[in-house]
């Protein structure tokens, strides 16, 4: 064959080869953005949201010790900083079903950003999270409208 090659016993089932059959397909509006695609766009904008703070206040806490040894003087309100900042990133993740948790994501990234002042490597961890939250915020806004 030129073409490629199909399966003679595959259906023209616009469900797909998983879907339940009895699930009526939602076709697109004619004048309107066609949707993500995604089954449940709330919860995978939650999770994503939910990830990245979850990998924050782990990397937050898996910092200290090599910022303290490499970097110098980390004080212990440095350290208490950080610590608190990881446990904030723990509780958003876990209440990202809130409509105000993505406001206190952004919160969250600023006061990174200002424990700078405790020691530099904060600022650039700051910096490095916020550009992540500001894309997850650009996923959100496109996926969710």
Known sequence: MSGPERDPHATDDPTGPGAPADQPVEEPVAGQPRRSGLRNPEAAVRGLGAGTLALEALVLLLAIQPVRVVGGDLSGAAIGVVVALAVAAVVLAGM?????????????QGLLILGGLLHWSLFGLGIIFALVWAYALHVRRVILG
């Open 96 to 108: 990202m079903r809130r409509p105000w948790a993505w406001n206190a994501g952004t919160v969250l």
